[in-house]
Structure formats: structure tokens, C-alpha cells
């Protein structure tokens, strides 16, 4: 039988190794991102991630800026390899990203789930759904960051990688492919991803360019055939591991994953900006009877009026725009394009108004 002083004994010691492993125990904060640190009692901070795409880092300094920006699904691997780690070094943060398809962060933002510093989407109108006083104002300016276009990518392990090679090459119609029992396509939700929508503005523009007034019928169905959608984050991944055909992907997608693609027209791929009077003619009704218009694919950003660190978010931003972030944007299959504004130019960051060039129409 233990004796009641060995009882004693054993609860002081027990209290005593408590108290010494508690003095170095960590505390989880939730930034308004989505994204956990852990705050040491040296005032350290480590990422632990917490949300999609999130790249972590070793322990950081309190005075390091935890900067979370959201980004365009399409942009994840350039993002979070690439701009992230090199932004880090340079701008002397730590880079938080998250990448989803850009409509739906910004209704994240708008309904105050995310509170990120810097917001880069796929299209201006992302940032159209976060302006105004109905809209808290969220948004006042943005900039062109770069063009993009689209493109067919599509599977070397596809058992149509040859009829599609052969359309790459101009020797079959890639459609023609798309049309035969068993091909399984891939493509973005067009209500919550700008790259949907431009699948079907791309596809409509396609009936009138090769004259094939079913295109859209056939292949795509509807605006929303559940059997063809993916998240936008997630899609690329879909195709490399060989569970669709083939995909409409931006251009940059396809250069740094690395996959055959399909170059299309650029009276069909929304990738020339002075052709975007015909894209125009290419349209989608929505079910509330709102009607959009085809419009070239640009990238933007802006630093939103919430942001808890608007001063780095404008580094941030400068680096993209015309920096070695924009170096590597070019690099990775992005066309450059002048950083021209959108929303106010006098709500722009003093030290972005010498890079404006000038008024998106």
C-alpha cells in the first residue's frame, strides 16, 4: 500500500513538471485569413498553416509581417513556389496565401470570413462584387497585373493524347475530339470562378468562329454540368493524374505544370485586348436575368480598405506589378500588360500612382 506522504510527495512533483513544461507553451491565433500562428512566450511566431495553398516557414521574429493575401486558384503553384518564398526574403515578410477561384473570395470577403491584405483575381469584375458602400467599401482601387489567355490542356495519359496532339497541331478540330463517347472534360464553376465563365463566353465565340452552332450544346451542356466542373484549385490536379481528358486552362497553368496544350484563336481565346468588341458578343444570362459579357482575361490586384497591413500590402503589390514578382509572372507564361486602374485613381497608394499608366475601359 502507498503511503499517504509518498502521495504527497508524488502531486508535488507532478505540479513542479507542469509548471516548468508550461513556461514555453505555445498559444493558437486565428488571423482573419483563415490561417493559425502559434505565439511563444518569446514573442516568436510560427505559421501552422490552416488554409488551402498555404506554404509554412521556420520560427519568424515579431516584427516579421504576416502578410495574407488571396490569390486566383490558377496562381496557386506560381504563388506559393515561387512569388511567396522570393517575397518573404525581399520584402522581409512572411507570405500567407490562399488560392481559390476569385469570385468566391471575394463573397469570402464580403461576408467577412477573409481579411486579407492583398486581393489578386482572374478578372476586374471579382473586384466589382467588393466595391461600394453596399459593399462596405471593401475595395476602392485596383491595378492590371497581367493577360492571360485560353488554352486546351490536355493528358499525355489520355487514350486521345494522339487525336490531340494532331489537334495541337492543326490536323484535326480539337471539338471533333471533345464530341467522342467517353472523353471526360474539365472546367471551373462559372458562378464562383471568372475562368468558367470564360469557358463558355470561349465556347459560344467557337460555334460562330468555326461555324458548329451545337459546340456548346454538345460538349459543355450547360453553364453548370456538374460531371465537368472542379474547383478551380484543384482542377490542374485533376488532369495531371489522369482522371479527365483534357481541361480549359489559362495559358500560364499550362506552361508551369508543364502539360501539352492546345493554342486556340485569339477570335475565341479572350487573350487579345483589341479584340474585345467581339468577345463582347459572346454572352451568359444568369437566372436573375442579369446579362454578361465576354471581356479579355486580366489578372489585378489592390489592397483592400480592411487590410490589417495595407503599407506592406502595397510592397507587396509594387513587387508584382513591376518587380521580380512581375519577372516571374512573365516567365511563367502571363503576357505583360501596363498597370492600368480600375475603380479610383485617387484611392491608389501614393507610392503605386507613378507605375498607372492609365484608365481600364
Known sequence: MIKKASLIRFALAVSVLGAISGCGQNTTQNNAAGTTGNTSSNGAIQSTGGSTGNH????????????????????????????????DSALG????????????????????????????????????????????????WYLALAQDQLVIAYSPKSKFAGQLQQAAKGALPWYKVMEEPGFRFGRTDPLLDPKGESTIFMFKLAETYYHQPDLFSQILKSNENPSQVFPEESLLSQLTTGQVDAIIAYKHEAVEWNVPYITLPDAINLGNANDAAAYAKATITEKNGKVKHGTPILFTITVPTN??????????????????????????GFTSIGAYFGGSK????????????GQLK
Open 307 to 332: 487590410a490589417l497591413h495595407p503599407s506592406a500590402g502595397t510592397a507587396f503589390a509594387r513587387y508584382l506589378i513591376s518587380g521580380p514578382g512581375h519577372e516571374i509572372l512573365m516567365k511563367d
Open 56 to 87: 509554412t516557414t521556420s520560427v519568424r521574429t515579431a516584427q516579421t509581417t504576416n502578410l495574407s493575401v488571396l490569390y486566383a486558384g490558377s496562381m496557386t503553384k506560381v504563388m506559393e513556389q515561387k512569388i511567396g518564398p522570393q517575397a
Open 93 to 140: 515578410i512572411h507570405f500567407q496565401g490562399e488560392g481559390k477561384g476569385s469570385t468566391a473570395l471575394a463573397q469570402m470577403m464580403r461576408s467577412g470570413l477573409r481579411t486579407p491584405d492583398v486581393f489578386i483575381s482572374a478578372a476586374p469584375s471579382a473586384n466589382n462584387l467588393l466595391m461600394g458602400a453596399s459593399n462596405h467599401n471593401l475595395v476602392k
Open 346 to 357: 485617387a484611392a491608389v497608394p501614393s507610392s503605386l500612382q507613378n507605375l498607372i499608366q
